[in-house]
């Protein structure tokens, strides 16, 4: 078949690679330059290794493993570690931490040559007709596919176009998350020591990992109404936000939200829907069902959804009307798991009072002396 995956992130190059595969003539259009590089190391975990061993991508996936997490100390004001996360935490041959960008590396050199990848495009229209799916791209071309697979993320184009608007669908849990790049930091002293600092309602961080370090900004709030693709807008959010917090190396952060011209920026929320696909459309990933950066399962649903929607494509010999349901029978129990752990973690990370930070840090396994 002829098919288009909107989105070039883990879903939309995982499903290049499950249906080219097949034999399938895919085409995978991105709205981005480039591949996206930027945001925090994500997590390969559960049954997404299985996957990624069918895909023949499990051994360039463990050469790359990262192990950020187990460094992530928590600091008072100034700066002194207060407790860490557990050591072992991560440690675990089913839960591999990656860099975002080498996921995306792997997963890009393993398409096969049937599927094009096409940067500086989107989706601007769906009519979808007997014979398949003519669709309208923001360059001005069009084109006829026999499925269309929205892979284009939380504020996916696919699900507004088919589905109706994002508002439908999106469950805010609370908080908004901001990651910017800090090449300052990436040679600091403590290279792999990750410091988080709390103050009521907000989190600001530093992560260091290969040869990078990102700062990370995170604050408690209601949903706020501006355009997710206006920087600017973004910016001036985290300013306000953060700007008169002089403790720990808050306003280095904020310094380098300053000179970063692609901030990640986005609320902490989930998608919920009663199905994912309709007529010759169907929606995979984060489009369908993020479960939100609190659950650390995206990247792991992204690549199970992928590859069960390629197989029950394949044991219906094409039959979308047969296939669309079976992969979501398959992928929701995942799902609902994913989406239920979230709890808690909100107030873990970002607790409301200085008496919730105080009571979180006594939980917290202790820092040795010099550490």
Known sequence: MKILVSGAGVAGLSLGRDLGMRGHHVTIIERADRLRGNGSPIDVRGDAIEVAEKMGILPAVRDARIRMTEQVHFVDEDGTAVGRLPADIGDSSDDIEIAREDLSRILADALPETVDLRLSESVNSIAEHDDGVDVGFASGNSESFDLVLGADGMHSAVRRLVFGPEQDWIRHLGLYVAIIDMP?????????????????????GIARFKDRAIGLLMFASDPIDYDYRDVEAQKKILFDQFAECRSWKVQTILDAVRADPDIYFDSVSQIHMPTWHRGRV?????????????????????????????????????????????????????????????EGGGALLVPPTQEAIVARNQLLQPVAVGQ
Do not use: K, W
Not at 184 to 204: F, K, Q, T, V
Not at 283 to 293: E, F, K, N, R, T
């Open 282 to 342: 169907a929606l995979v990933g984060d489009a369908a069902h993020c479960a939100s950066p609190l659950a650390g399962r995206g990247t792991s649903l992204a690549m199970t959804g992928a590859q069960f929607l390629a197989e029950e494509l394949e044991r219906s010999d094409g039959d979308h009307v047969t296939a669309f349901p079976r992969y979501e029978a398959r992928q929701r129990p995942y799902v609902e798991f994913a989406q239920g752990t979230v």
């Open 184 to 204: 300052g930091e990436a040679d600091a002293e403590a290279e792999r020591i990750n410091p988080m600092y709390s103050y009521p309602g907000h989190l600001a």
